[in-house]
């Protein structure tokens, strides 16, 4: 040990200064290695972790600040739905807006010629369901029929209108009139009614 001392005691003080600040360099370069750095690595996935959070927070605190508005939208639309409903006939409702539509041929003065049914368009939740027709009356009359069509509670379009040539009749003009007559029926969705009436009848599916 003295030897030692010795030694180290005949190394100029330059040189000992400088061996003992490699030293020191080299104890804090580990210290920072060993203890350090993975704390700084743990303390940065924290602080992303954090962040992730907060950006998650303001999110949601804006969606809760706006979910008052949102279900009040949300009634508006099922009332605009319902609304909109009320004006395409289910399937058991078709035959009755028919008769009405051919029942305003007489209360229009007008006398019923061809009334022909077409085969239905399925276009999405509705149907088109078209009627070829004439009718035969004075042109005040047939007038009258168009308006009392456009009146009615449910949708019904009149297209491809053609008058024909005029006759004298009784001292009266009169034209016939062919046109397609397209009402609109709500195409109900089978699979949930057979799931309500499988409830109903306490049907389970296995």
Do not use: W
Not at 41 to 70: C, G, M, P, T
Not at 133 to 146: D, E
């Amino acid at each position: 040990m003295d030897e030692i001392v010795a030694r180290v005691s005949k190394v100029p003080l330059p040189q000992r200064v400088l061996v003992l600040v490699v030293v020191v360099v080299l104890l804090v370069l580990a210290n920072y290695i060993i203890l350090i750095s993975p704390k700084e690595d743990d303390i940065a996935r924290i602080q992303r972790k954090i962040n992730q959070l907060e950006n998650e927070l303001v999110r949601k605190r804006a969606i809760a600040r706006n979910l008052s508005r949102y279900r009040i939208e949300v009634e508006r639309l099922k009332q605009r739905l319902n609304e909109a409903l009320t004006l395409l006939p289910n399937e058991a409702e078709i035959p009755e807006l028919l008769q009405k539509v051919a029942a305003l041929v007489e209360q229009s003065d007008c006398q019923m010629g061809k009334f022909e049914p077409n085969a239905e368009v399925n276009v999405n939740f509705y149907a088109k369901i078209p009627v070829r027709m004439a009718i035969t009356g004075n042109y005040h009359s047939i007038a009258v029929f168009f308006d009392k069509v456009s009146k009615l509670a449910r949708i019904v379009n009149v297209t491809d209108i053609e008058l024909g040539t005029p006759n004298v009749e009784n001292q009266k003009v009169v034209l016939e009139a062919k046109f397609t007559a397209t009402t609109f029926k709500f195409i109900e969705d089978k699979t949930k009614n057979a799931a309500k009436a499988g409830s109903k009848t306490g049907f389970k599916k296995k």
